[in-house]
Nanobody
Framework: QVQLVESGGDLVQPGGSLRLSCAASGFTLGLNPIGWFRQAPGKEREGVSWISNSGTPYYADSVKGRFTISRNNAKNTAYLQMNNLKPEDTAVYYC??????????????????WGQGTQVTVSS
């Protein structure tokens, strides 16, 4: 079955960097879109970034220029490099995937499989 496992979350100071990883099994990253979402306490889950099966990256305006999504097909792992982190980036970060052809995007309803999440805290 499909399993997505995130790692890399941590406590970091404002302006710092983190790289999140999403290891996939039962799911081929090179053939299917993968997305990164986050959910802060008391807020709805929001899309941060996604990468299409062809490798094209997309970003929410709030993270454009600071976050970079990538994948390593050989390792079947996706990454989210986060630079210049701000306190408002504090949230649980999730990766998500779908096997539905042509889906993806920044809407959580477009994804069928989710990881357990990893906590990112940006604070001095």
């Amino acid at each position: 079955q499909v399993q997505l496992v995130e790692s890399g979350g941590d406590l970091v100071q404002p302006g710092g960097s983190l790289r999140l990883s999403c290891a996939a099994s039962g799911f081929t990253l090179g053939l299917n879109p993968i997305g990164w979402f986050r959910q802060a306490p008391g807020k709805e889950r929001e899309g941060v970034s996604w990468i299409s099966n062809s490798g094209t990256p997309y970003y929410a305006d709030s993270v454009k220029g600071r976050f970079t999504i990538s994948r390593n097909n050989a390792k079947n792992t996706a990454y989210l490099q986060m630079n210049n982190l701000k306190p408002e980036d504090t949230a649980v970060y999730y990766c998500a995937g779908t096997l539905r052809t042509g889906w993806g995007g920044l809407q959580s309803r477009n994804y069928d499989y989710w990881g357990q999440g990893t906590q990112v805290t940006v604070s001095s």
